[in-house]
Every structure is written in C-alpha cells, then in structure tokens.
C-alpha cells in the first residue's frame, strides 16, 4: 500500500491564479479530511467527506472547494489564490470510527506571492 | 465546543531526561484522544491512543493516560533521546465526522 499521497509537494503561485491539490489513498478509507497547518500553529481542518459523493465544510473552508467522486481521490481546489493561503497542506484519511487513527500524506507546502 | 490546549514549547532537554508535555481538552460527549508527531518535512504519525476514561496509551517509551477528572492527556517519557526531536500534537475525535481537533503543536529538541 502508498498510503495517503499528494502532489505537487511544492507549488508557488500568483495571487488570482487556481490550483487543485490532489489526495489519494489506496486503503478503502471512508473518511477524508484536508488539513492546513500554518508556522507555529496546529491543524485546523479545511474540508472532510465522509464517503463518495458526500462532503462538509471544516473550521476554515472559505477559499476552497472540494469533490468526492470516488472513495479513492478527494481533491482540493483554490478559485482565486489569496497570501492568506500561504500554509502547508495535508490530507488525511481513516476507516470510519473515531477510534481509528488518521493517515496523513506527506504535505503540498503552498507558497502564494 | 472541543478544544485542545498544550503547552508551549518549544521544550529543550538533555538526552536521557524525563519528558512531559501537558495537554488538556475540552469536549462535548466522549472523545477519542490522541498524540501525533511531526518529525521535519514529514507528515503526521500516530504515535499513540486513548480511546475511553483511564485507557493508558503507550509506544515507542512514550505514555500518556486518559483522565477524565481532570480532561488531561499528558505525554511522558522517562528517558528521551535525540531521535526524539520534533513537533508533538495533542488531539482529540469528534464521533461524527471522525473530525480531529489539534492543540497548536510543541516542539521537543533534545540535545546530546
């Protein structure tokens, strides 16, 4: 099994320009999650899905939009890339129940200028 | 609402010495808790799991036990080493959405 991958690994972009982070996991999880993590801070959840087809807005969704059309690929997209967007992005994915733990990919480190 | 809350770091120690790093949480219903490790330009592991009231989790020589009396999850260590080094969260579950909540992270930089 890869686990939980992602790429890029790194992106600059222009403010104004669109990108979309992919995720993919090759264990049958249900639950996907997309994270940020900015410098000295914890992650605050962005976007997660609870299976295909079904989505939710985390902590801080505003800027982002996200699709779950198969269990495997849960892909991030920013519109209209702002500074505040600058952070390091993780996607994660577990089985289903609390109890289990998550699976993180290695990170998209985002650099908007 | 669900919080967490550790301590800032960052936290410097000798190798060999004893290691804690609190945490305390704050939550609706019976969460599930945890400690993640970020080692440099990696992602997240789990380093270990608590999942009911007084459940220890433990791996690696690192402990912590899940006190609900006191909505504590403090990790420790009895003797830490240079492999040690990096960024510990705090983390609690959410059931639905199997959601975590992340404390903002503290570093450990252990010194030979």
């Known amino acids: 099994n890869a686990g939980v991958t992602q790429t890029p690994k790194f992106r600059i972009l222009k403010i104004g320009q669109s990108m979309t982070l992919q995720c993919t996991q090759d264990?049958?999880?249900?639950?996907m999650y997309w994270y940020r993590q900015d410098p000295g801070m914890g992650l605050k959840l962005i976007y997660y899905s609870v299976g295909a087809g079904i989505t939710d807005k985390g902590e801080v969704p505003n800027g982002y939009n996200v699709s779950r059309s198969t269990t495997e690929d849960f892909p991030l997209r920013l519109e209209l890339a702002a500074p505040s967007q600058t952070s390091v992005y993780f996607c994660?994915?577990?089985?289903?129940?609390?109890?289990?733990?998550?699976?993180f990919g290695p990170g998209t480190r985002l650099t908007v200028t | 609402g669900n919080s967490v809350t550790q301590m800032e770091g960052p936290v410097t120690l000798s190798e060999e010495a004893f290691l804690t790093i609190n945490c305390t949480y704050t939550?609706?219903?019976?969460?599930?808790l945890f400690w993640y490790v970020q080692y440099p330009g990696e992602g997240l592991q789990l380093l270990l799991k608590?999942?009911?009231?007084?459940d220890k989790g433990s791996n690696k020589g690192f402990e912590a036990t899940y006190r609900k009396e006191t909505t504590s999850f403090h990790l420790e260590k009895g003797s830490v080493q240079v492999s040690d080094s990096a960024v510990y969260f705090c983390?609690?579950?959410?059931?639905?959405?199997?959601?975590?909540?992340f404390g903002a992270g503290t570093i450990l930089r252990v010194k030979s």
């Open positions: 994660a994915s577990v089985r289903d129940r609390a109890i289990y733990e998550q699976y």
């Open positions: 939550a609706t219903g019976y969460p599930s």
């Open positions: 264990m049958n999880h249900n639950y």
């Open positions: 608590a999942t009911k009231a007084d």
């Open positions: 983390a609690l579950s959410v059931e639905y959405g199997n959601k975590l909540v």
